[in-house]
């Protein structure tokens, strides 16, 4: 009885040692991981900060990835040397089920996520370009890995997921560095209309800001009783704000007004044919 005590307790013993043995090694290896983690996150940020200075969600996230890589390798290969692997197998399976009920209540934020690294890569406009996106027109102030914020007209920022952008029409007005004008009207009882046209197109050429290459049109688009018809005024100017592009629109609208008043010509409805959707700021601009 004694001795099988005796033999118990020794092999209790040489378990022991073992046991201990193993969880030294197995903490010195994920220590080393951790470790490599925390140096490895740190490096890979400040890479990340220097090529992705203008995404810092998309910085932070490759960052963090890096480091729980690391970590999960530590933490198996502790299992792994402490003979409890089998363990992490099952939790690993049980994660894997927890992962598919969470992938269908997730599937929304890793499309957004997977659609700011699209625009990411592709970079189909920037922040400070001047963008039509889902509706919305504005100025892109952020450009994030969930979101993009845009700060519309009526001087409000507006926030829209990047699934959207992808699935459905964006419009970047800055990158070609113009934008059109198109500017309507009505004349009333007046005959001479080739000298109309002739004394319009003269004084709109005045316009500094119009693009060398565009050409002025001046297009009838109705004539009827009484000497009465409409036209549209259509050309291009240089681009690269809003409030300058604004400035330019009442211009050319206030020239033609001062035309209206010089010759004793009857031109009224004048306004300007948007090419925005956003209903916070399209729509007619002009005389009535």
Known sequence: MIESL???????????????????????????FYGLGKI???IA?????????????????????????????GCFL????????QYFVKLLAGAGIIGIIAGFALKDIASNAFSGLLLFIEKPFKKGDWVQV????????????????????????????????????FINYSIFKKRSIRIQADVIQYPDLPGLKKMVLAEILKIKEILPTSEVHFYVKLIGTANNFSFELYFWVYFDDQRKYMKILDQTILTIRQIAIDSKIEIIN?????????????GTYGLG
């Open 6 to 32: 005796i033999n118990i307790l020794e092999s209790w013993e040489l378990d022991i040692k073992a046991l201990l043995a193993k969880l030294i090694i197995g903490l010195a290896v994920l220590l080393i």
């Open 40 to 42: 490895t996150k740190k």
């Open 45 to 73: 940020y400040k890479i990340n900060s220097k090529v992705l200075s203008k995404y810092p969600d998309l910085q932070s996230l490759l960052s963090s990835l890096i480091y729980y890589f690391f970590v999960f390798i």
């Open 78 to 85: 502790f299992l792994k040397i402490i003979g409890l692997e």
């Open 134 to 169: 889902d509706g919305h027109y504005g100025k892109a102030v952020n450009i994030g890995l969930l979101t993009t914020a845009i700060a519309n007209g009526a001087g409000q920022q507006v926030y829209i997921s990047n699934q959207l952008i992808y699935s459905g029409v």
């Open 270 to 282: 004048v306004k300007w044919v948007s090419d925005e959707t956003d209903v916070s700021s399209a």
